[in-house]
């Protein structure tokens, strides 16, 4: 399996653009997370799906932050329009809820380093 | 919510000598699961190690254990023999196994910096 991919792996962007960041899960998973990294807040769950359906978006920071996932395979996280205070990684990670007790743990993608200028 | 902490921002250890993470955790279930996860500067996110409540035994993958004080709510990482690739981040996590939520609750990482 190639893993947790996201896309891109870097973006720059101007203040008040619309960015939008990718991610396909492992295939077979059915929870998918959305993570942001700030050295001053550490690791912050974002939203949340399982089987494709939002379970818990109370981490998404205001109204400009939306995420979708049409499908078991994609989910994007869109932050219109972005400022630069949205500057962080952006970690994507997905598990199953079959895996069996040994193994269960997250995978996660090599994340998205987003810069808002 | 379940609470994880991490009281050590940031430590260091000499290349070949043994260090010890700490982390501690609230909680008021009994089935869980504790992780650490790694996180060197390519930023890649990776498990280190896994334990179960509900196993007094303390888990080891090579070179990497745990210290699982369960009553006491403490799951630390020790590092023997360190390398020079183990400088990372490293996080703890929590797992409530007995919940329908399905997600991780993370520490705020231990910056840890192995010098030759």
């Known amino acids: 399996d190639a893993g947790v991919i996201q896309s891109p792996r870097h973006e720059v962007t101007e203040m008040g653009q619309e960015v939008t960041l990718r991610c396909k899960p492992i295939?077979?998973?059915?929870?998918l997370f959305w993570y942001r990294q700030t050295m001053m807040r550490g690791l912050e769950l974002l939203i949340y799906f399982n089987n494709n359906v939002p379970i818990d978006d109370s981490g998404m920071p205001e109204d400009r932050f939306s995420a979708k996932m049409p499908n078991a395979s994609f989910s994007t996280l869109k932050i219109q329009p972005s400022e630069p205070r949205d500057s962080a990684v952006y970690f994507c990670?997905?598990?199953?809820?079959?895996?069996?007790?040994?193994?269960?743990?997250?995978?996660f993608g090599s994340g998205t380093r987003l810069t808002v200028v | 919510a379940q609470t994880v902490t991490q009281s050590q921002p940031e430590m260091s250890v000499q290349e070949a000598e043994t260090v010890t993470l700490s982390c501690t955790y609230d909680?008021?279930?009994?089935?869980?699961?504790l992780f650490w996860y790694k996180q060197p500067p390519s930023r890649q996110m990776i498990l280190v190690i896994r334990q179960e409540a509900y196993k007094q035994q303390n888990a080891t993958e090579n070179r990497f254990s745990v210290n699982f004080q369960k009553a006491a709510k403490s799951f630390s990482l020790k590092i023997s023999d360190s390398q020079l690739g183990d400088t990372a981040m490293y996080f703890c996590a929590f797992f409530d196994r007995g919940s329908t939520l399905g997600r991780l609750y993370f520490g705020r990482g231990t910056q840890l910096t192995v010098w030759p």
């Open positions: 990670a997905s598990s199953s809820s079959l895996d069996s007790k040994p193994n269960y743990g997250y995978t």
């Open positions: 295939s077979g998973h059915d929870y």
């Open positions: 909680t008021s279930e009994s089935n869980y699961y």
